[in-house]
């Protein structure tokens, strides 16, 4: 059973998870998510790869092992830096995206053209 749980590649809607209109819904979907990657955007372009932590009421989430990824200059030979903070939280309000057993890869790069990495 594990292993179906990391195979699935999914977009998840956390806020749900967060949601108090049926408590045992939620704490059961929650816990599944538990220790598996998740890519999370926020709202300046930089995403977020981590392992799922926990989530409060609230919808903010907690990573843990964390990298950052942002986008640096197009005309740098690295167009990608990355650095690592290990467990981090990150505000609901500012979470844009929210991604559970997903290609880092194909998300930023996806995301990064749309956004043009900050629209230089």
């Known amino acids: 059973m594990h ?3 990391e195979e699935e590649e999914e977009a998840v809607p ?6 108090i209109s049926d408590g045992s819904t939620a704490v059961s979907r929650a816990r599944k998510l538990l220790f598996r990657r998740m890519l999370v955007g926020i709202k300046d372009g ?6 799922f ?3 409060d009421k609230q919808g903010n989430i907690i990573l843990q092992d964390a990298v950052e990824y942002r986008c640096t200059r197009q005309s740098s030979p690295f ?3 990355q650095r690592c903070l290990g467990l981090i939280l990150i505000p609901s309000s500012c979470r844009s995206t929210c991604h559970i057993g997903s ?4 998300h930023i ?3 990064a053209t749309a956004v043009d990495c900050y629209n230089e």
């Open 53 to 55: 932590y926990c989530i």
């Open 14 to 19: 956390v806020e749900e998870e967060a949601g």
């Open 103 to 106: 290609s880092l890869h194909e």
């Open 109 to 111: 790069i996806s995301t």
């Open 3 to 5: 292993r179906e749980l």
């Open 46 to 51: 930089r995403f977020f790869l981590g392992s």
């Open 79 to 81: 167009p990608m830096e």
